[in-house]
Nanobody, 115 residues
């Protein structure tokens, strides 16, 4: 069973940047669709960014131009670079990987944007 470990969250001021990471326990990026989701208090979990095995990416409208999803195949690690952060980006961020038969989640990392 694949395991995903999320890291990189923290407290940042509005306009600041953070980079989240998601370390996979083995090589999966050639077969898994990889996502970043987030969930704010009282809200449902929402898809933020997606990368397919070919490397194509998609973003939620709310983060386009500010967030970038990338991966390092040699390190089995997925990243989310978050720039120009806003208070409404405050949430727990989760890495997610899926195939036709498998869904796996990271444990989540808290991002708080506040002055």
């Amino acid at each position: 069973q694949v395991q995903l470990v999320d890291a990189g969250g923290g407290l940042v001021q509005p306009g600041g940047s953070l980079r989240l990471s998601c370390a996979a326990s083995r090589s999966i990026f050639s077969t898994y669709i990889m996502d970043w989701y987030r969930q704010a208090p009282g809200n449902s979990r929402e898809l933020v960014a997606r990368m397919n095995p070919r490397g194509s990416t998609n973003y939620a409208d709310s983060v386009k131009g500010r967030f970038t999803i990338t991966r390092d195949n040699t390190k089995n690690t997925l990243y989310l670079q978050m720039n120009t952060l806003k208070p409404e980006d405050t949430a727990v961020y989760y890495c997610h990987g899926q195939t036709l038969n498998t869904h796996v989640w990271g444990q989540g990392t808290q991002v708080t944007v506040s002055s």
